[in-house]
């Protein structure tokens, strides 16, 4: 899909994404992984990818900012009350020192009901640009919870999302919302079976770690693209008028 008109279908909405997203930096500045604006002063990344730098809930880590203005460096305190270990849901919240002036948080929309819709993420893998690239992959299914393994959005198709993309956020390409966060990529077996795959905690699980998120409705108005089988519940708009034909016959006849 071309990435220009992506953006102008999604109403402009990368750039003010790329804003949004951080690296996470490592004691030897290697970016460790990602993490994306999900308030003023308050960042989500993976647990893991906290751990990989060296810190935990209550310590410090390194961010920056490549696509804001300036490519400001920022700390962030790793809060401990929402930290989810690696081993369950895998997610940590940190408040950050500063903010960018240009960064805002990305717009979030709900993970649920989006098979088939092709997605998008930002990350910083070690073959990427310095300031990161996009990786694409296709919705699958929500799958729930196991074993105290929050539940995630499978994505297939995803052979661009590699290590790097951890904590970046996936954007659903049909409406341009945030439907959550890219928390793991799975490995082959033996035989190469299984490539592609990779996994995304869903912004509901995000939302029961902090409450504080809100997710935006869909934009039921799509411009010029088509309407189909999966919009059904925005053919809207024709009520009133409909009412009114209707009234309008009924005092002929009557």
Not at 82 to 96: G, I, Y
């Amino acid at each position: 899909m071309d990435e220009s008109a992506s953006a102008d279908r999604n109403g402009g909405h990368i750039p003010t994404l790329l804003a949004a997203v951080a690296q996470v930096l490592g004691p030897d500045d290697l970016v460790a992984g990602a993490g994306f604006l999900i308030g003023e002063d308050t960042l989500v990344t993976c647990a893991h990818v906290v751990a990989a730098v060296g810190s935990g809930p209550g310590g410090l880590i390194r961010l920056v900012f490549p696509h804001a203005d300036g490519a400001p460096a920022v700390e962030g305190l790793v809060l401990e009350e929402p930290w989810r270990a690696p081993e369950t849901e895998d997610v940590a919240v940190v408040r950050l020192t500063a903010t960018p002036q240009d960064a805002s948080p990305p717009a979030l929309g709900s993970a649920a009901g989006r098979r088939g819709h092709e997605v998008r993420s930002f990350g910083f893998p070690a073959q990427a640009p310095p300031g990161g690239h996009f990786g694409f992959g296709v919705a699958g299914d929500i799958l729930p919870a196991v074993d105290g393994r929050g539940a995630h959005l499978q994505l297939t198709s995803a052979n661009d999302l590699t290590t790097g993309f951890s904590g970046g956020p996936v954007i659903d390409e049909v409406t341009g919302l945030v439907i959550g966060m890219l928390t793991e990529i799975a490995a082959p077996d033996e035989h190469d079976r299984g490539q592609a795959i990779a996994y995304v905690t869903p912004t509901q699980v995000l939302r029961e770690v902090w409450p504080e998120l809100t997710e935006t409705d869909v934009h039921p108005y799509r411009g010029l693209e088509s309407f189909t089988a999966e919009h059904t519940q925005w053919f809207e708009g024709r009520k009133d008028a409909v009412r009114q034909m209707l009234a309008g016959l009924a005092e002929q006849s009557a």
